[in-house]
């Protein structure tokens, strides 16, 4: 530690400041009154506070609950029952990975963040924007607690990231080829993130929940299935661990969706009806990114891109770690997709094409600039 060469003095005698000071110099407290005031003539006098006439404003604050069943889903997720601190990362030993299995396996990471680690974001800002509008209490609280398990998500990331390239997933110099390619590969999904947090930003402020929560529903499929596929297929202890309680997670805020929904679709005008219509698309396209194949329609790729995502998918089965292949990811986002259009026709909401998966619908335009659905 180093010295301090000029070291104040401990005082050992009150300066002149703390000499006592005599009653009289003591001015008497503004608020000291002779009588207790009377609470009448306090009421009578009393002035209308100014309205809070913003739009967006937090204040003023009520706690009504109109969705029981989003409270008693709040309440038992209160504790999510794991930590990404607590899961058995002693076991993961990069040394037992070639570099390139390395690099494959942090590069599926770097692909499921663009997803998965957006999430505390994106949600803090739906929780804010709860508030802002004064959604009933059961609907923040609900943000709050996906957001929450968001952070988890994120942490499981960044810390399989770090464990097989330390200060990835673009902070290290890849030394194989392959690995040079997922860093370009990771570059280009970043840029395809920031394009979707920019869009999304504008996009949660634009929409009623009803349509915000449509398109959370269709994320939380995605995640839902994905993560399941996920922790069946990897063998990797750690990983296989993560992704169940993920899962579990994921699992939840679904139900979350489907509470809420289940209350609000029957009362959507049919104007609202097409624009989940359209969102859904929109959500399908995105998503696709991670489910399936990422479509041109929103995402920005070189033609690099898929060749060699493919090389480090092939690479990250060849250790364990279970990315389906694509026929089986295809067959599993449409079992999802289609598992979603059921719940959704009864309530007169059509279901959009999606010829990439064999899907009939409704044809839709696609907004790159208001995509909103997220894991
Ligand atoms: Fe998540
Ligand atoms: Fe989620």
């Not at 300066?15 to 005031?37: F, H, V």
């Not at 499981?156 to 390239?165: D, E, F, P, S």
């Not at 402020?205 to 994905?226: D, N």
């Not at 489907?258 to 959507?268: C, F």
Request: glycine share 4%.
């Amino acid at each position: 530690m180093p010295v301090q060469k000029h070291a104040p003095k401990h005082k050992t005698t009150a300066g002149p400041a703390e000499e006592p000071i005599s009653e009289s110099k003591i001015l008497p407290p503004p608020t000291r009154a002779d009588r207790m005031p009377d609470p009448e003539k306090l009421l009578l006098d009393a002035e209308n506070a100014p309205a809070i006439a913003d739009r967006l404003n937090i204040f003023p604050f009520d706690w009504r609950v109109e969705t029981p069943r989003l409270m008693e889903i709040y309440e038992n997720s209160r504790d999510p029952g794991w930590s990404p601190s607590r899961l058995p990362w002693d076991t993961l030993d990069p040394e037992q990975f070639t570099l390139d299995q390395r690099y494959a396996i942090a590069y599926w990471w770097a692909l499921l963040s663009v997803f998965d680690a957006s999430g505390p974001a994106v949600f803090a800002r739906a929780m804010i924007h709860a508030y802002e509008v004064h959604e009933e209490d059961a609907i923040r609280k609900c943000f709050f607690s996906v957001t929450r398990d968001e952070m988890n998500h994120e942490e499981v990331c960044g810390r399989a990231i770090n464990k097989l390239t330390p200060n990835g997933p673009l902070g290290y110099e890849p030394q194989t080829i392959l690995g040079k390619l997922a860093r370009n590969n990771v570059e280009w999904l970043y840029h395809n993130g920031a394009r979707y947090w920019r869009g999304y930003k504008h996009a949660v402020e634009h929409y009623p929940m009803p349509i915000l929560f449509s398109s959370f529903l269709f994320g939380e499929v995605a995640s839902s299935t994905l993560f399941h596929s996920m922790y069946e297929s990897t063998e990797i202890p750690v990983f296989k661990e993560a992704f169940r309680n993920i899962g579990r997670d994921e699992g939840r805020h679904l139900s979350f969706c489907l509470a809420l929904l289940k209350e609000i679709l029957p009362r959507l005008s049919e104007q609202d009806k097409m624009v989940i219509t359209k969102q859904f698309r929109a959500g399908f396209v995105f998503l696709s990114g991670i489910l399936y194949e990422p479509p041109a329609e929103f995402w920005h790729l070189p033609d690099t891109f898929l060749p060699a995502q493919r090389l480090l998918e092939e690479k990250a089965r060849e250790a364990g770690f279970g990315i389906l292949t694509l026929e089986k990811r295809r067959e599993n986002w449409r079992t999802a997709v289609v598992r979603l259009k059921t719940v959704v026709e009864p309530y007169g909401i059509k279901f959009p094409a999606l010829p990439e998966i064999d899907v009939d619908g409704e044809s839709v335009a696609f907004d790159a600039d208001k995509i909103v659905p997220i894991f």
